[in-house]
């Protein structure tokens, strides 16, 4: 094969204001430079879409630099090597990469991971379950939730990729877990199909009530990855000595300025104390030297043994990248978001 | 000794709404039990006030049960023993006790200890430095703290028998200290009596910029006692990995609704969650099994060897326990509070 004659990305144009604009990103061609020593020319063939991508368009202060203006937005690919300059990648190969909202990239091959070709799996799982969503719920319930047998876990957004595998991996490890969502089919879909103890839908009018119900003996953990009113209803049945790893808050990141009051964090506070509370933000990253070997191979036997399932939401094509991210962050999709950019 | 003719107490006549009134409480003359088998009938000689009581003056949920309307405010005494139905313990014995707010209580000996006759320093210190508050402050710092050399440690109310001993035993550990304290004669204790790196009027209009100055390479280890516009201070200066151990928070106990708004709770988890920080309630009694003996232990001797040291304000005569009790509250003491009840 040989470079393609012209390569399209998707590029910050402006820092969003509330939900991402159209005119917040830019569709432009570009031409790739070749690859040198130690480089790879890849094909991206799924893009991963995940709420920490709202982060990078922010000027905020966080854990990453955010992306610049005029600059790739960035992300996590299943790419095929065009072309190599690395003897350990042939053309061919299918790797897991970070070519970002782009139909091609050049990377160094340091941070890339060969797909086995005879998978039992989708390579798309390594942009999921088997990937970064999965070892954040991995890392993040085992390392800080620590749940133990018989304890209660909430998780929400738990279709999710996060939330589904936080509720599948309390069950393995005994818990209970009950998982929040928005809409029917996906409450259905958590107590039938991936066997939640309880699932409740966030958008009922008697969430706080349908939560007491479902943690009569409070909870335990709560897998922190929404905030808003998630959280208000949580909270107060926190059990003492409680856990909340927090990993992201994603019904915050399209706010545009600070809710109304009245100021609740002195609140908040108070029952950290008067609970005992541990919250812990949290990035999977900083697990990954420790635990991420440990995470493939065990959470690949759940897959196989189908104690851990995943749900994709596939969307076709490069051109409804931003559509299918709007999506993801309002909630309206279902199952991990990938974008197939091409076969 | 016989028993007193009549003992006097502090019975709460009514929950505060806000800073305790002259009418919340009410001043009892009482006839004493008998002590039984088992009991002692003590003689308070010194009332601990902490800030710990305001809480049990309400009724919001709480880690422990609140003081019955009509019933004597709690807290710890040291006591002489009048009289003995327990072989352990002989009239003229000094313990530290549970007495609350009375001039003489009927105990029983479980819970008693010993106070040591020969100690090199006064028997106050059982209610301050080598008491509940050191060892909040040992118990919280080391377990959940954890400073390591050369990191820094911010600690609030620190002038006070939790905070100063959290900066000395930070110093002890290696780490820098910053005590934030208020007013001047405060601030020059802290800097030049028990060697803090740096001390901070919290009155101070540029309080955020002089912590700024004082924490040049961020905030490691934030104990928090006070919570209000200190915290507001310190949470942007936090590290990442930072750890936040929370014992209290004396700057909201008397307020009487939530603050205005906006409404910063969600900002608050944004900070945790970007910092990757660590929020832990906590109460010394989760660690006493397993720590109270190394702490009185290792704080005896580090107030031998003058690496720990303590200021008490003691407040003579029982009827003045209300106003003491509202001076700390209030920051207006200096010093752990201790009323003199009798010789």
Sequence with gaps: MTSPQSARRIVLAARPHGEPQDSDVRFEEFSLPEPREGQVLLQTLDLSLDPYMRGRMSSAKSYAPPVEIDAPMVGATVS???????????????VLGYGGWQTHSVESTTHLRKLDADSAVPHTTALGVLGMPGFTAYSGLLTIGRPQPGETVVVAAATGPVGSAVGQIAKIKGARAV??????DKVAYLRDELGFDAAIDHRADDLAEQLAAATGDGIDVYFENVGGKVFDAVLPRMNTYGRIPVCGLVANYNLTSLPEGPDRSGALMGVILRSSLTVRGFIQTEFAAEQQETFLSEASQWVADGSLKYLE???DGFDNTLDAFRDMLAGRSFGKTVVHVAD
């Design 80 to 94: 095929r090597v065009l072309a190599s300059r690395d003897p350990g990648f042939a053309e061919g190969d299918v």
């Design 179 to 184: 998982g929040i969502a928005g809409g029917p």
């Design 313 to 315: 939401h596939v969307v």
